[in-house]
């Protein structure tokens, strides 16, 4: 990937003894390597730095051969234990891997300028027109259930939460709650709740109704309990259904376009393939005045000064601080995240360490400058590229874009996930043609034509925009057409 690099990738499956030309040099393997896993290009001491895109990767856990299996048997993470010094973690040569994570060129301003949306009261922009039967509390979640299965044209979400949390805790469900009722791909919305939660359920119903939400509100106390809660719901979510069908697409400029970027199921071809396309797509969507949502802080761990490098002193530092306190809350938690970062299934796709994982996650966000730092689920202020502080939980990440208002979200996977969201959209590219035909009902783009195919990273990067603008426009993905519309938020501390 770098000429600065002491290891080369398997793009087939190798057997031991074959003769393979890594830039020039000839490297005979003296063991198998997987498609998809490292090989030692030279001899590498015990102690010497792994470099993958220019960029350390790990440590050498023993004396490797030339033409050997370079994975987590033989190579650790720096990170994890907090053993290395920041410092440290800078490579020697920041710029090299600016192939894929540079800040340097600036995408062309795509031909395509608009959208169809629909224009919401508020003046934003949705691209769905979901009537969301929303469970106010999870007492709730059977009687939301039952009322979509009696109008299965609304979109139910449900959930455990409502009830029992403190603080910011609350304040975070309550936050996400109200987002999700007045996103903009939402044309109506019946809120459900139970009656003694701690939720402030009819204060939400009225604050939502006065900032212009189409909100009606059930309480199953009230109502008599959940029979006659669902056969007054289903009343309502008829009559929903009925004014939010009177909405019309519009034209709509792509700078009122938010789309969330997210990652799961990684393999190796991620960060060569899919990721770096998403990141060429990131820019076109940036060039045309859009802006675009880099989540999942942990899985930027060891390559955050890549990041850094393309903001300013303050947003580099909000970052360098989120990513330790994820670090330390792992320390706090008994838990060495060089065992659980990468993931099994990860590692299986021949990922071997954090720093390799987020080197190649970070490159979703493309070439242009960083504008902002957010918390969990809240709107960005700033148009361009923003880093939202999620987990790196799928589900509980895509839910937290959505919350911040992301209409599409843009979704890259090596292993195969069919994680959805409820209300927006979520194009999914694979980064291997393997897994793309194995599981194609799930997947929307394949990347993997950039290695199996010779395809360029930029055409591929176009054609998932050209992915992205179809979905805003009312095309539907293949998350969409298969139900995925997983709903998790991210939770602060203990509940009572």
């Given amino acids: 990937m770098n ?4 290891v080369m990738l398997a793009v087939v499956d190798l057997p031991a003894g074959a003769t393979v030309d890594a830039g020039g040099e000839t490297v005979t393997t003296v063991e198998a390597i997987p498609s998809g896993h490292k090989c030692a290009r030279r001899a590498i001491a015990a102690g010497e730095l792994i470099f993958k895109y220019g960029q350390p990767i790990g440590r050498a856990t023993t004396a490797i051969q030339a033409g050997a299996h ?3 048997h033989n190579v650790e993470s720096l990170r994890g234990r907090g053993d290395l010094a920041r410092d440290e973690r800078v490579a020697q040569d920041g710029a090299a891997a600016a192939h894929l994570h540079g800040s340097s060129e600036v995408a062309s301003v795509p031909d395509v300028t608009t959208f169809m949306g629909y224009r919401r009261k508020d003046g934003r922009v949705g691209v769905r027109n979901h009537v969301v039967v929303l469970s106010a509390v ?6 939301v259930r039952r009322i979509a299965q009696l109008v299965p044209e609304v979109t139910p979400i449900t959930h455990v939460y409502g009830c029992g949390q403190l603080g910011d805790d609350h304040r975070q469900t309550q936050r996400v709650l109200e987002e999700y009722a007045q ?3 939402v044309g109506a919305v019946l809120l459900v709740g139970l009656g003694c939660e701690t939720l402030p359920t009819t204060e939400i119903g009225a604050r939502l109704a006065d900032g212009g939400t189409t909100i009606r509100r059930l309480t199953i106390q009230e109502e008599g309990g959940s029979r006659s809660t669902v056969e ?3 009343a309502v979510a008829r009559e929903l259904l009925a004014e939010a069908g009177r909405a019309q697409r519009e034209p709509i400029p792509l700078s009122e376009l938010v789309v969330g970027l997210e990652c799961g199921g990684s393999d190796a071809w991620s960060g060569i393939t899919a990721n770096p396309a998403v990141g060429a797509a990131s820019d076109l969507v940036v060039a045309a005045g859009g802006t675009v949502i880099l989540s ?9 000064h890549l990041l850094e490098a393309r903001t300013t002193p303050e947003i580099a530092g909000q970052l360098w601080e989120a990513t330790a306190v994820w670090e330390a809350e792992a320390r706090r938690m008994g838990v060495d995240m060089r065992g659980a970062q990468p993931t099994p299934g990860n590692i299986a796709g021949g990922l071997t360490t954090i720093e390799e994982k987020s080197l190649g996650a970070i490159s979703k966000g493309g070439r242009t400058p960083v504008r902002e730092f957010i918390g969990y689920a809240h709107r960005p202020t700033q148009r361009g590229l923003v880093i939202m502080n999620t987990a790196g ?7 937290g874009m959505v919350a911040g208002g992301a209409q599409v979200v843009v979704f890259t996977t090596g292993r195969g996930s069919p994680v959805g969201c409820p209300i927006a959209p979520v194009v999914k590219v694979a980064s291997n043609s393997a897994m793309y035909e194995r599981l194609g009902d799930d997947m929307d783009v394949d990347a993997g034509t950039i290695v199996a195919a010779g395809e360029s990273v930029a055409d591929v990067g176009r054609r998932i925009f050209d992915w992205v603008v179809a979905a805003a426009s009312g095309e539907e993905t293949a998350a969409e057409m298969w139900g995925q519309g997983e709903f998790a938020i991210s939770i602060l501390g203990q509940r009572m």
């Avoid at 999942?296 to 955050?304: D, L, S, T």
């Avoid at 939980?393 to 839910?399: K, L, R, W």
């Fill in 393 to 399: 939980q799928d589900a509980e990440s895509v839910t």
């Fill in 296 to 304: 999942e802080v942990p899985e930027a761990i060891g390559a955050e």
């Fill in 138 to 143: 999870q007492c709730a979640n059977g009687v």
């Fill in 70 to 72: 370079v994975h987590v």
């Fill in 183 to 185: 996103h903009p791909n």
């Fill in 3 to 6: 000429e600065a690099d002491n």
């Fill in 232 to 234: 007054r719901g289903v």
